[in-house]
């Protein structure tokens, strides 16, 4: 599994943790949560950028 943490895309209150079974499935999830939670209707490509480079490995 991938997990990507908001903490580590700079949401330091923020516990939502994205997870999927590859990174486009933890983009999509993400992106879902950064609009209701955050109020970001699309995420910035620096952002995007930023998000994916964070993904982790999990089991
Ligand atoms: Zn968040």
Not at 28 to 55: G, L, W, Y
């Amino acid at each position: 599994m991938r997990e990507l943490r908001c903490q580590d895309v700079g949401q330091q209150d923020c516990k939502f943790v994205a997870q999927g079974k590859d990174d486009n499935e933890v983009m999509q999830k993400a992106a879902q949560h950064a609009k209701s939670a955050h109020n970001m209707a699309t995420i910035p490509p620096d952002v995007e950028k930023k998000a994916r480079s964070v993904i982790r490995e999990t089991r």
